[in-house]
């Protein structure tokens, strides 16, 4: 049974996605605590494994590879890099990513099923009843409801949907064995399941009775064969839970298994909840192998009242939205307002406020004016020269509550509160702007440089903080605040425990740009855009538009015969067009961060011609040029074949 013994490691999992669609903002937030969780047991000094993957097995990614007109490897295979892109591009920071069609992973699923079956708890015998597909499980007739047209049918509890009734052969695993066993590990460990509202579910749920679980399926062929009858593949579920053994050794290397398992916390959505709490524990009882630790179970990302979810249509792409906000402020918004046990809802207009309250003013502007005032006044390093009791009290006081809200927030972190750890974070933030108001040091700068130093001194030592403690959720933005400062984040003891040190020294570099550009104008057009996309059903017919209006808009091919970035942009090139009978025109157009000048010199586009001339970072442009973009980012809209300058779009 399992020991709950703390070790200085930290092995965390995420749930495997289907791959049967590209991820949304719900997987990016479960994938975004794993990576915020393991980065704070970093920085807190523990060797620590994260794993994520995908789950590429079972009828309903057959069926989705069908309907793509692929094999299911084949469909499989080109649909990791749409997963893996987005967690590249958000910095999330994997150990392992597995995939159920691993080799590794097969041989561990047949493992532990070959295991399972030696020890008795396999048998043969027919399943009859009913099947949902979208979530791969048995449902239990409850009840039959009528459907529109009076027939009866038996939905699925979780999701609602119709379910399909089956009858097969299929091996059962005697998971009604388990009732008292599961019952009784709950009673020991309370904490395994956060939050407690969940763990009573559970325990209501195995106390109403467990029956025998339909452990393999006969009618579906892609997935692993069933040790001893290759007739049968194995239930999705079955070898899906098994991921989060066979990424660390199961299989194949015992040393390794034997340091990271049990995993200290499985990060899992309510939808899951009885897989991940009482089947696989039971999995794991009958294999005589440890329990994980703990498992966090989160609320959904709501929009518009309703999951977020690829079958209601109501989801939205993270790409596009760090296209338009940036990573680390989407990551940040995620972990600040959906409360990690509940469920939250996703709003751009929470978003954009967001990013300017807490990022761009409370968070950006203090690290700006605190520091350009000081490199003005030539104080660009700063320590603290007197003790802590001799401070005045506005700076004991800001430096004693660091000093209590550490502890405040070391707790929420320890205990995945990740939400209100982060408005802790936000609270302290606001403390240092108080003080950097009050005590006005641009007078004191002038009038009393010893007080000058404490002030930006105590600020400084906020940042540096806040810094550590925001660096699991905007890794990329806290290490551009830590240069600033003089700093680095180190990982190799726990700096967590030493952030209440006072002997710390600030070496200051003048700020290239704002740590937290306000979200631009075009991204609010786009946003104006989406939202009216997302309520595409309800167009009226007056929004159509009619042949004349679409020929008021000149579009004509243009050839690029000139390309240069603009010096203070990371968004823009300048480019010459030639236009043919149009002339040559110039054109600011924001695609640098998806092409060098190189790459489009030579090249022919569509170019807006009519649209009134705009003055874009001081340089006038004079057409507009035609773009598409997708999850992979933005591209050129180009001729398929040599054209004219000057061709018409039509
Ligand atoms: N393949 C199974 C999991 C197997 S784990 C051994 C599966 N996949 S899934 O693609 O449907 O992912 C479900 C998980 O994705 C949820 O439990 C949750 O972690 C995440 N989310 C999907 N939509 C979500 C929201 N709208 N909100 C929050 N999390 C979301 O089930």
């Not at 047949?110 to 949902?132: R, V």
């Not at 802590?388 to 809200?405: G, M, V």
Request: one cysteine or more.
């Amino acid at each position: 049974m399992p020991t709950n013994t703390p070790t200085n490691k930290f092995y965390v999992t995420t749930p495997i996605y289907y791959v049967n669609a590209k991820p949304h903002i719900g997987h990016l937030y479960s994938t975004l605590l794993a990576d915020v969780i393991t980065r704070w047991n970093k920085l807190k000094g523990k060797e620590t494994f994260f794993l994520t993957g995908l789950d590429e097995h079972g009828q309903k990614v057959h069926q989705a590879a069908k309907e793509a007109g692929m094999h299911p490897q084949q469909f499989v295979d080109q649909m990791v890099p749409k997963f893996t892109k987005v967690w590249e591009r958000y910095r999330i920071e994997y150990d392992k990513f597995i995939r159920t069609t691993d080799n590794e992973h097969k041989k561990a699923v047949t493992k532990l099923i070959q295991k399972l079956i030696n020890k008795g708890k396999i048998y043969k015998s027919t399943y009859s009843g009913f099947y949902c597909t979208p979530c791969e499980t048995f449902v239990t007739p409850q009840e039959k409801k009528k459907n529109k047209k009076g027939e009866k049918e038996v939905l699925c509890p979780s999701c609602q949907r119709k379910t399909k009734e089956i009858s097969e052969e299929s091996y059962f695993f005697r998971l009604s064995e388990y009732q008292q066993d599961l019952l009784k590990f709950y009673t020991e460990n309370p904490n395994f399941i956060q939050p407690k509202s969940r763990l009573n579910e559970v325990i209501s749920f195995v106390k109403s009775g467990l029956k025998d679980l339909s452990f393999s399926r006969q009618s579906v062929s892609w997935g692993i064969p069933f040790p001893e009858d290759p007739t049968h593949t194995v239930y999705v579920w079955g070898d899906a839970l098994t991921n989060y053994i066979s990424a660390v050794g199961y299989s194949n290397n015992q040393e390794i298994f034997n340091k990271w398992w049990p995993a200290d916390l499985h990060i899992l959505a309510k939808d899951i909840l009885r897989f991940h709490a009482v089947y696989w524990p039971a999995m794991l009882m009958a294999a005589d192998l440890p329990l994980p630790r703990r498992e966090l179970v989160h609320g959904y990302v709501i929009m518009d009242e309703k999951k977020m979810s690829k079958s209601i249509g109501n989801v939205v792409d993270p790409q596009m939205l760090a296209d338009l906000y940036g990573t680390d402020q989407v990551r940040y918004y995620l972990a600040r307002t959906i409360p990690t046990t509940q469920d939250g809802s996703f709003s751009l207009g929470e978003l954009e406020e967001c990013i300017k309250s807490d990022l761009a003013n409370n968070l950006g502007n203090l690290l700006s004016r605190c520091v350009t005032l000081a490199i003005k006044n030539n104080l660009k390093t700063v320590s603290l020269k007197q003790s802590l009791d001799s401070l005045d009290t506005d700076c004991k006081n800001l430096i004693e509550t660091l000093n209590a809200q550490l502890v405040v927030i070391k707790n929420n972190m320890d205990q995945q509160l990740i939400h209100i750890a982060v408005s802790e974070i936000c609270k302290l933030l606001s403390e240092a702007n108080a003080l950097f108001h009050k005590t006005q040091p641009w007078k004191l700068a002038k009038e009393n440089s010893e007080r000058f130093n404490l002030v930006t001194w105590c600020v400084l030592k906020i940042l540096y903080a806040c810094g550590h403690l925001l660096w699991p959720v905007m890794p990329t933005k806290m290490e551009g605040l830590m240069a600033v400062i003089g700093h680095t984040i180190k990982l190799d003891t726990s700096v967590i425990d030493k952030l209440s040190c006072n002997e710390v020294t600030f070496l200051l570099n003048p700020l290239s740009e704002s740590l937290f550009p306000k979200p631009e104008e075009s991204s609010k057009k786009y946003l104006t855009n989406q939202d009216k996309t997302v309520k595409q059903d309800q167009q009226s017919e007056n929004e159509f538009i009619n042949i004349e209006d679409f020929f008021k808009v000149k579009m004509v091919i243009g050839k690029i015969i000139k390309a240069e970035k603009l010096e203070k942009s990371k968004k823009l090139l300048k480019l010459e067009v030639d236009l043919g009978p149009h002339g040559i025109r110039q054109v600011v157009s924001g695609i640098a961060e998806y092409y060098t000048p190189e790459e489009v010199l030579g090249k022919s586009a569509a170019f807006v011609i009519n649209l009134k001339p705009r003055k874009i970072m001081g340089i006038e442009s004079q057409a507009m040029i035609m773009c598409t973009k997708d999850s992979d980012g933005l591209c050129i809209l180009s001729p398929s074949k040599k054209t004219d300058p000057g061709s018409p779009v039509s």
